[in-house]
């Protein structure tokens, strides 16, 4: 980073508060929840949305379940003006939903914004001004008795106008911005002077909302100032405590958290931390994190694909493929050692137990997410990842030995693919590597078997090196009577069948694991069949193969002759 030596920044002081109380406390309900999307996500848009969007958008919101929704800056814009008129005379506004338009403290503009939301049976008017040093001496050029002059004036004069229309029940949110940055006490006395205008009582409340709007310190001094607010305004029984958090320093989702800690009742943001600059804090987020800890957020992310989608075409931002819950590889685990502990974790899963399995805070179904991109592969997968594709997609079920050879064989696929693997390119490669007889001419091939004797004797039709032959074995069971007509120094170790498929459709697999004199180590050898008589002799000649091709592949190197490659 290249620093100019003579800037100079000056860090934020600290929050006198020793006996703060907010670190020690949990959050155990959901908030009050306002949606910024449709008018602080929508000015930070490079092409802020049409009507048909914002439509869109809108009823999205309500879907998710949002109480409160603000619908447009109407005194600044005739798009916002004319949509906020619609959703009023075409009855748009559930009887539970409460629209909020902004205006700045102006009183043209004050004036146009009631006339664009009288008739509505509920609205609440935001008037907002700038109350911190910097805005005060460089922007406004005003001193604090006339900051507060503006702020009773103006609140006095949004009262005056909406009295005129009964019809319609106003609240007043009042926020005075740039509070963040704001001495406590002018921030307190700007609060209680619109309280003060409004003629706060028990029928008459007001929403104060405090806003990071520059965010310029961590998240814990937030905190401190939301407690220092909450323990100072009255009459804090009629007063709804909202935050308004920006993300500048990328802490905007714990600035929130501490705040509802710290006595905030109610929280304004937008779905995917859209806003100006670095955004404002992101609701998807700061709700799930609390359906995570057992609180529900009372909003509706059962389809957290649906609401990411419908979020993108209106916006025409994309959600980060990371974005937390909500990205498309959120779920994803790539990692060898992550796929093992996830495998191992949704096998030890109940349905009725403590969600606990490693590496997911939180079950992918509650969001609507599949399971099917929890474990993808690619060259930084192990033998868990591999396995569990295998197992869920195509119902086999490997020995650990098994996974563990079987992981080399992908491991060297996607090292000189640099791809990634579904779940189909997998099976293809099992099939080709256990299934397949190999096409080479000293391959065994089997054509057909017959047991004679009560299953002690076998009888196979096969091609070796090239000559179809018949051979006949004996042995306690179809693997040894296979075993011993091939001829071979075969030692087989382990052996198990399972059924793959179901119904008409099912298929037997066997799995042999053998040695060979002159072959180093053991391998394994797979046969699938409806028959499992069949599976099993296919699996013998499968491991006999391998074996076969790996004496020769170690005769060659040691002959430095190119072996080839099975």
């Not at 934020?12 to 996500?41: E, M, N």
Request: proline residues 5%; glycine residues 6%.
């Amino acid at each position: 980073m290249h620093s100019n030596p003579s800037r100079k920044y000056q860090p934020f002081a600290p929050i006198a508060l020793a006996d703060r109380t907010w670190p020690s406390r949990t959050i155990t309900r959901a908030p009050i929840w306002l949606s910024t999307d449709l008018r602080d996500g929508n000015q930070a848009l490079f092409e802020p949305m049409n009507g048909e969007r914002k439509m869109e958008l809108y009823l999205e919101l309500v879907r998710i379940g949002f109480k409160q929704i603000e619908v447009g800056f109407p005194a600044a814009s005739q798009t916002d003006y004319d949509f906020v008129r619609r959703l009023i005379d075409e009855n748009l506004i559930p009887d539970d939903v409460t629209i909020m338009v902004m205006t700045q403290s102006r009183e043209d503009l004050i004036d146009r914004t009631v006339e664009a939301v009288r008739g509505a049976q509920r609205a609440i008017v935001h008037i907002y001004n700038a109350v911190a040093p910097a805005w005060r001496k460089i922007v406004f050029n005003m001193d604090v008795p006339q900051v507060m002059a503006l702020v009773e004036h103006h609140v006095s004069h949004f009262r005056m106008q909406s009295d005129k229309h009964p019809e319609t029940e106003w609240i007043l949110q009042y926020s005075p911005e740039t509070f963040s940055s704001a001495e406590l006490d002018v921030s307190l006395a700007a609060c209680q002077t619109a309280i003060k205008a409004w003629g706060v009582n028990a029928n008459r409340k007001i929403i104060i909302n405090l806003p990071t709007t520059v965010e310029n310190a961590t998240a814990n001094v937030f905190a401190d100032q939301i407690e220092w607010m909450h323990r100072h305004l009255v009459p804090r029984e009629h007063i709804v405590l909202s935050v308004h958090p920006h993300n500048d320093r990328g802490t905007g989702v714990a600035a929130a958290e501490f705040a509802m800690m710290a006595g905030a009742d109610r929280v304004e943001g937008c779905l995917f931390g859209n806003g100006e600059r670095c955004g404002n804090v992101d609701i998807v987020t700061l709700a799930l994190n609390m359906y995570t800890q057992g609180v529900h957020p009372q909003l509706d992310f059962s389809d957290i694909t649906s609401v990411a989608r419908i979020a993108e075409e209106c916006t025409s931002l994309p959600v980060h493929p990371r974005h937390p819950y909500a990205g498309d590889l959120v779920f994803t685990a790539f990692s060898g050692s992550h796929q093992d502990a996830i495998k191992k974790g949704f096998g030890a899963q109940a349905a009725d137990a403590v969600w606990e399995v490693p590496y997911l805070p939180i079950d992918p179904a509650d969001l609507g997410r599949t399971y099917d991109s929890v474990i993808r592969v690619n060259s930084q997968s192990g033998k868990g990842g591999i396995s569990f594709l295998m197992e869920r997609e195509h119902g086999v079920v490997m020995p650990r030995r098994m996974q563990v050879e079987f992981s080399n064989v992908v491991q060297r696929q996607t090292d000189t693919s640099e791809t990634e693997m579904t779940g189909d390119a997998l099976w293809t490669l099992f099939d080709a590597t256990y299934l397949t007889t190999p096409r080479t001419p000293e391959a065994i091939v089997c054509h057909a078997h017959r047991m004679t004797n009560e299953g002690q004797s076998i009888e196979l039709d096969v091609t070796v090196n090239g000559v179809r032959q018949k051979l006949q074995g004996e042995g306690n069971g179809p693997i040894a009577a296979t075993v011993d007509a091939l001829g071979l120094p075969l030692r087989v170790d382990h052996y198990e069948e399972r059924a793959t498929g179901s119904g008409a459709s099912a298929q037997a697999l066997a799995i042999i694991e053998a040695a060979m004199e002159g072959a180093a180590g053991s391998t394994f050898g797979a046969g699938m069949s409806a028959n499992i008589m069949t599976a099993s002799v296919q699996a013998v000649v499968s491991v006999a193969n391998r074996l076969n091709a790996r004496r020769a592949a170690q005769e060659a190197t040691a002959s430095n002759v190119e072996p080839v490659t099975v």
